[in-house]
């Protein structure tokens, strides 16, 4: 993950945004003070990060998840083609 300061950020923001969106790679913003840094993320890869944590959270998912992880690793699933769109 790189690190830039907020002025580098700012005279390239077009730019820099481009590349974290492109690269899926957050950036990290700096500033005089750490506590005052940042991290930039693509609206993409934070929509996917929320929705991971939407299923982790509810408990109902995480147990199908689960027993379909229990079932695959025990040889317990079928495979078939799939079917075409008509």
């Known amino acids: 993950m790189d690190a830039i300061t907020y002025s580098t950020f700012?005279?390239?923001?077009?730019g820099y945004m481009k590349q974290i969106n492109d690269d899926s790679v957050?950036?990290?913003?700096?500033?005089?003070?750490?506590?005052?840094?940042?991290?930039?993320?693509?609206?993409?890869?934070?929509?996917?990060?929320?929705?991971?944590?939407?299923?982790?959270?509810?408990?109902?998912?995480?147990?199908?998840?689960?027993k379909g992880e229990q079932q695959y690793l025990a040889g317990k699933v079928k495979t078939h083609e799939l079917l075409e769109d008509d």
């Open 10 to 14: 700012r005279q390239g923001l077009k």
């Open 26 to 66: 957050p950036m990290i913003i700096t500033n005089k003070d750490p506590e005052d840094d940042v991290v930039v993320i693509g609206k993409r890869d934070y929509d996917t990060m929320m929705e991971t944590v939407d299923i982790m959270s509810n408990a109902y998912l995480v147990e199908k998840i689960s």
